[in-house]
């Protein structure tokens, strides 16, 4: 069964303070890691997706880094706006199965 | 572009009614998911429709949820009887037809039943 665990459950920075948050997975077959962003009482907002080891992404203040066994979300210089809950989530398997299964998330808080 | 809109935004239930929940996915998405997360843990996968068919509904906790998508458009979830336990938030998500696809989710839908 394919399993995704994020740490820190909750992390409070200073405004300025850059951070990682970590995201270990046991998959049979990884086709696609996916990182979102979830502000209270809203849907989960894509931000983005790895399919290989080695691979990164930069998106303004985020960037996103995949190994065999866990992708990493680094937050440079955070800003209050940053705050929200991350989550991660990985799509595995063969054939048209393309379920996404979750972690718990990461809630961060920034504070100014 | 509208992204995917679910109705209602909350719905509070008594033990043994009947609640419909309502999905419309981006235009031209293929694919639409439900997920639920219940308080406390993570976001689960319920089922995948393409187009009207579904294609994974591993992820149905019992017969008492129904989905259907008529017409490969808007899909709904029926929960009859409810019970305490599907106390959560539902959310659905669309995506195009490709091998790995990103997902988009919509608000979701707080179900509460007393």
């Known amino acids: 069964e394919d399993q995704v665990t994020q740490s820190p459950e909750a992390l409070r920075l200073q405004e300025g303070e850059s951070s990682s948050l970590n995201c270990s997975y046991t998959v049979s077959g990884l086709r696609g890691l996916f990182w979102y962003r979830q502000d209270p009482g809203k849907g989960p907002e894509f931000l983005f997706t790895?399919?290989?080891a080695g691979e990164e992404k930069e998106k303004e203040r985020l960037k996103a880094t995949l190994t065999k066994k866990e992708s990493f979300l680094h937050i440079t210089a955070p800003k209050p706006e940053d705050s929200a809950t991350y989550l991660c989530?990985?799509?595995?398997?063969?054939?048209?199965?393309?379920?996404?299964?979750f972690g718990k998330g990461i809630t961060l808080s920034v504070r100014p | 572009e509208a992204g995917v809109t679910q109705f209602p935004s909350h719905s509070v239930i008594e033990k043994g009614q009947t609640v419909t929940l309502r999905c419309d996915p981006i235009?031209?998405?293929?694919?639409l998911y439900w997920y639920r997360r219940v308080m406390g843990k993570e976001i689960k996968f319920l089922l995948h429709?393409?187009?009207?068919?579904?294609?994974?509904e591993s992820g149905m906790p019992n017969n008492r949820f129904l989905a259907e998508r008529t017409g490969g458009t808007y899909s709904t979830l029926k929960v009859q009887p409810a019970e305490l336990e599907d106390s959560g938030v539902y959310f659905c998500?669309?995506?195009?037809?490709?091998?790995?696809?990103?997902?988009?989710f919509g608000p979701g839908t707080r179900l509460t039943v007393t």
């Open positions: 998500a669309s995506s195009q037809a490709r091998v790995v696809d990103e997902q988009y």
């Open positions: 989530a990985v799509q595995a398997g063969l054939g048209a199965n393309s379920k996404l299964t």
């Open positions: 790895l399919y290989s």
């Open positions: 235009s031209g998405h293929d694919n």
């Open positions: 429709f393409v187009k009207e068919s579904k294609q994974d």
